[in-house]
Structure formats: C-alpha cells, structure tokens
RNA sequence: CGAGAUGUAGCGCAGUUUGGUAGCGCGUCUGGUUCGGGACCAGAAGGUCGCAGGUUCGAAUCCUGUCAUCUCGACCA
C-alpha cells in the first residue's frame, strides 16, 4: 500500500525530461505557491509563495536603499489622455491594457487604464516635483502590481496581474541617465546570481526587443533547465523621449531650462518562475537558502519517545537565535517519510532529523536538498553547521546553474549552427544590425536576439543570418 | 486570437458512446496501535457533476452558449 501511494504522489508531478512545461506547471500547483482564481490569467498568492515574493521583496530594497532610492506609491489607475501622451509607448501598451469605463452606476468622460506600468504617472508628478537641477536626481521607487491583459498566460511567468517594483529616476544629464540604467543593471545582475543562485546575461537590447518609448533598454536574460530564455530583469534609459511630452524640466545652474533624462526599471514575480525552472528536479522545487521561507526544517521521529520533542524544540531555539529561518514540523498525523517527501517537494533546503538514536548520540541527522547528501553534525553547533551548509548549498545552487547555462551556450558561425543551437539553448554570434535579421530568425526558428554583452569582442566578421558585414555580437535563444 | 483536450467530494479519477438512485482511490474526522523514506485496524462525514439556457416524464450523460485550465501555434515591455 505504502509503494503504491508513493508512485501515485510521485506520477504527480510529470517528469522534467518528459514534458518541461508541464513538470513546471505541476510543481507550481502542488506546492502551495499559488492557486489559480476566477479572474482570468490572474493568480493568487498563497502563503508559501507569497513569503518568497516578500523575501525578494525585502532583500532587493535593501539595494535599492543602498544605492540612494526612496519607495513612493503612486494609483493604480491612469486617463487615457496620459497614457498617450508618447506615441511608442502607447503603441506597445495599448494591446494589453484593460479599462475602467464606469464609477458607479455612471460612464466615466475619459476612460481609465488600469496601470501596466507607471512612466506616464511618473512622469507627470516629476513635472510637478522638478524645478531646478537642486532638485536632482530624484531617484524612487514603487512596489505594485500592475495588468498586462495577455493572450496566454503561464503561472508566474506571463500573468495578468503581476506584482513588482518599478524604480523611476530623473536625471540633469544623459550621462548621469545612462550610469543609473547600468547601475541598476548590476544590482539585478547581483541579486540574481547572489540572492537567487541565478546565473544571467547582461546586455543591452536590440530597436527590435527594446521596451516602448525607450532609447536604450538593457536586460538580465536566466536561462531555464530546457534551455530557454527568460528575462529576469530590465532596465531603460528614456533620455528625454518622456520628460519632453510631459515636460519634465529643471532649471540649470546656468539658468537655462532644461529637459530632464529620466530611466526606468523592474522586476517581478516572474523571478519566482525563474527560481523553479533554473533550480527545481524531479522531486520538485529547490530553494536558494536566501529566499526559502524555510531554510531548515526540524523533523521530530519517533516523536512520543522520551526526549525526542524537548531535543527538537531546543535544536528550534537554538537555530532561531542564530537567525535562520526554521520551522518545527510537529505533526502527529503524517508519518516521518510522508514530512520527507513533502518538505523535499517544497524545496526546503536542509532538513534536520531528531530521532532517539541522534538524541543518544547528541546530533542531528542533517539532509541537503541540493545534493540528498545526509551528514550527523553535534547538537552543540547545530546552528553553525546548518549555516555553513546553507551557505554551501547558496553557492553549489549557483555553480550547478552556471555550469548547465555554459554547456547550453556555443559561439555559432553558420545559419545552420544558430539553428540547432537556438533549439534548446543560446547562440552567441555576429549580426549585422538589421532588423530584417531578427525578422527572419523569429520567423524561422521562433528564436529572439536577447542582449548584446558588453564585452563586444567579435568572433568573427560576417552576420550569421545574412552574410554581410557584422556590426554585433549578440544572444539569440528561444523564450519564454 | 487559432487548433486540440479537459472541467464530477480537499486531491487524483471512473461514469457520458446507449439519458433512469452519485461511484472509486487517496486525504479528512473519531478511537486505538505506530513512527529512521509517503504506516495499520475499525467506524463516520463529505458532491447544486464549471456556469447559464434548451430538449425530455426524467440530464453528469443529448443540444446551444459561456467561463476556466492544459498542450501546440500566433501575439507579447
């Protein structure tokens, strides 16, 4: 009966070889991360994944506090006349954006969007806030959710609603623009590859990927288990392509008025997604210690035994005054074996076993979700020991994801290598520039250029779609 | 938005072809024995069959519409 059962949670969750996209599905669903609503493409928070979004949360404004931004909140809806006001932006927008037509029972004179992002409200407060170049930088940020009304959605990944952070900055000069859009870029890169185990990209986007009404948008670009892209994160730099139609100026020293350079930038609850298919396996979702709600669970067996429930809660104590977050699963109506397998699915990243052998030996049983290796470290330095682990495991999370993104990564020469390369990793080639080119790998291969790193070094002359002189080198990959 | 599939108890499903009392497994609850990789015995509770119309003496089942989810495609800062 027990085996049975076993196959029958296990079978659960399809195999990650098998179907990518569904073994991604089936995790999200059965580990209590989110729940799908009656508001289409919409999905609800629960508290496990919602604890994750916090950490995220709380860990990525601490960078933005570091480098010198303050959190504003500004409303969630945005008339129509302002949304228009710079024509690429409402060009990108429009196909997606859902409108309030009523309050009450009585039709609204102008319609109003639901925000799908906030430059156009920025830029008309800045406009009220900004006089002189005394007043700059203004450097804010906001924590929202915004609605994208998306054709299809995919939990976390491309939802209608989503929770993020928008920073929005206003700058006296182009240069001081740019060094924030690159700025920021850094911090996301950071908190991706540190906080996230996240190895990405960084680069700039082609006009074709760029973001409506940017001059320049640079990217974080994740690559998933199946060898797709995701990006992670983006940053803008809008020169004065929003500042002039909403006339965002300041007075310089000089006393001339001036337009201002603004730039912008976010993240979402997408990263969750991207934490599940850079780092989750058969058993499910494994967790970054850095942002698992749990990063150790005290499991009791034998828990009626003498001693065995005081050992635990002391063990409780003992890691929760050194700071890690653990949780005591104290249940007395699920077997031992039954809290493994659950907890391994949820992805909790040390698990400490407390049984009456442990207890007679004074240690714990401590089992890494990483590697399913099992270690006895002495209950007198638990607490160190499950920190050096939970650092190790931080650091292997990271070295496992970087080796995959570099075996699924190869310098392509021909239009026959980019092909088989974009199917199921990144290509890195030349290109000439053209948007024709783009046009036509998207068509043919369903592959999108996904940024052009910074290290321009070329790796050959000519463009790898069409032959003639190559002006870039650049990421080609499918995407999410 | 196009093609295909699905929607029945908390979860996983059968029942739909051929209309006739709402079923199974797991979980849940009660009591007891267990506890180092998904324990066992006994008893109990739990469902307007996604939603709205229609056909019929009678609809989970047939028809129409609609909503949601999944897969593939198109679209997508």
């Not at 919602?50 to 995220?56: A, F, G, K, S, T």
């Not at 949360?57 to 409303?75: I, R």
């Not at 058993?283 to 067996?301: D, E, N, S, T, Y």
């Not at 994801?401 to 990793?425: C, I, M, P, W």
Request: proline share 5%; net charge negative.
């Amino acid at each position: 009966m027990a085996k049975e059962n076993k196959q029958e949670f296990v079978q659960h969750i399809t195999p990650r070889s098998e179907n990518f996209s569904q073994w991604y599905t089936d995790v999200v669903t059965q580990t209590d991360l989110m729940d799908y609503t009656p508001v289409r493409g919409c999905m609800a928070l629960r508290p496990y994944g919602n604890r994750i979004w916090e950490l995220i949360h709380e860990q990525l404004d601490g960078m933005f506090k570091e480098t010198g931004h303050e959190n504003v909140s500004m409303p969630m809806l945005i008339p129509e006349s302002l949304l228009l006001k710079e024509a690429d932006h409402v060009e990108g927008f429009a196909p997606e954006v859902a409108w309030v037509t009523h309050g009450g029972n009585e039709p609204l004179q102008e319609r109003l969007a639901i925000r799908p992002t906030s430059e156009t409200l920025f830029c008309t407060m800045f406009a009220k806030w900004v006089h002189s170049y005394r007043d700059l930088p203004m450097k804010y940020n906001q924590w929202c959710s915004v609605m994208r009304w998306e054709k299809t959605t995919r939990p976390f990944l491309r939802t209608a609603e989503f929770w993020w952070q928008e920073g929005h900055t206003v700058h006296a000069t182009a240069d001081e623009a740019q060094e924030e859009t690159l700025l920021m870029l850094k911090v996301y890169q950071d908190f991706c590859e540190k906080n996230l185990s996240i190895p990405v990209f960084a680069g700039q986007k082609s006009d074709k990927e760029k973001f409506a009404g940017a001059r320049a948008t640079y990217s974080v670009e994740a690559m998933m288990q199946d060898g797709k892209a995701l990006q992670a994160g983006t940053t803008h730099n809008f020169g004065t392509n929003f500042s002039e139609p909403f006339e965002v100026k300041y007075l310089s020293k000089e006393g001339v008025l001036e337009y201002c350079h603004e730039t912008s930038w976010g993240v979402s609850t997408r990263l969750i997604g991207a934490i599940i298919m850079t780092h989750g396996d058969e058993r499910g979702l494994k967790l970054p210690p850095m942002i698992a709600p749990f990063q150790a669970v005290i499991l009791p067996i034998a828990a009626h035994k003498g001693g065995v429930m005081e050992h635990c809660e002391e063990a409780y104590k003992q890691l929760k005054a050194a700071g890690i977050r653990v949780k005591l699963d104290d249940r007395d109506n699920v077997s031992p074996g039954w809290k493994f397998n659950e907890w391994e699915l949820k992805g909790v990243p040390v698990r400490v076993e407390m049984g009456p052998r442990d207890i007679e030996n004074g240690v714990a049983t401590v089992m890494r979700r990483d590697t399913f290796e099992k270690t006895t470290v002495p209950l007198a330095n638990l607490a160190e020991g499950i920190q050096a682990l939970l650092n190790d495991i931080q650091a292997n999370l990271f070295n496992i994801a970087n080796d995959f993104r570099l075996a699924h990564t190869k310098d392509v020469f021909s239009y026959e290598e980019l092909a088989e390369q974009v199917d199921g990793g990144y290509a890195r080639a030349m290109w000439c520039g053209e948007r024709a080119c783009e046009d036509s790998i998207k068509e043919k291969l369903n592959a999108t250029s996904r940024n052009m790193p910074f290290d321009q070094t070329p790796i050959a002359d000519t463009c790898v779609c069409c032959g003639k002189k190559a002006e870039k080198l650049i990421y080609f990959a499918k995407a999410y």
